[in-house]
């Protein structure tokens, strides 16, 4: 009937957990997740897993910069700021964000 031991529907703790021994136990697991599972875990607004909108006009020089414009010291990293969301380009932002910080705090 299904290719799985285990189906986990909008998991909280426990069904992560319950997930999640099963699969180290060899259980094949399924961890059925919405925008809204999204949203309630990540706090991702409306479960967008890039966050802002990653459209053409809102990608890489379009995307909010790590140095704050309005308030002096406040540096952003992350997947809402330039270059974008995904894991390559968000530890770009850090490292983008790191130099700022060496750059321009001393
Ligand atoms: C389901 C899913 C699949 C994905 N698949 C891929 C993929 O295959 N390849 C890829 O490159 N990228 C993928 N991504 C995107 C990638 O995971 C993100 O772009 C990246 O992790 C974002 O890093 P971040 O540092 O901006 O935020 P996160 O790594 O999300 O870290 C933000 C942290 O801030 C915390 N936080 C949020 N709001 C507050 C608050 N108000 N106060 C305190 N803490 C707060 C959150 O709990 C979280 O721990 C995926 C994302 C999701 C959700």
Redesign the pocket.
């Known amino acids: 009937m299904s290719d799985y031991d285990a189906i986990v529907i909008g998991a909280g703790m426990g069904g992560l957990t319950a997930g999640a021994l099963l699969a180290k136990r060899g259980r094949k697991v399924l961890d059925c997740?919405t925008p809204l599972d999204?949203e309630r875990r990540?706090?991702?607004p409306e479960?967008a897993?890039?966050?802002l909108q990653q459209d053409l006009p809102a990608q890489a020089m379009f995307r909010p910069s790590a140095k704050s414009k309005s308030i002096r010291g406040l540096y952003l990293?992350?997947?809402?700021?330039h270059p974008g969301?995904?894991?390559?380009?968000?530890i770009g932002?850090?490292v983008i964000a790191a130099k700022l910080i060496e750059q321009n705090e001393g």
């Open positions: 997740a999204f990540l706090l991702l479960g897993i890039y966050a990293t992350g997947s809402s700021t969301g995904g894991v390559p380009s968000v932002s850090g």
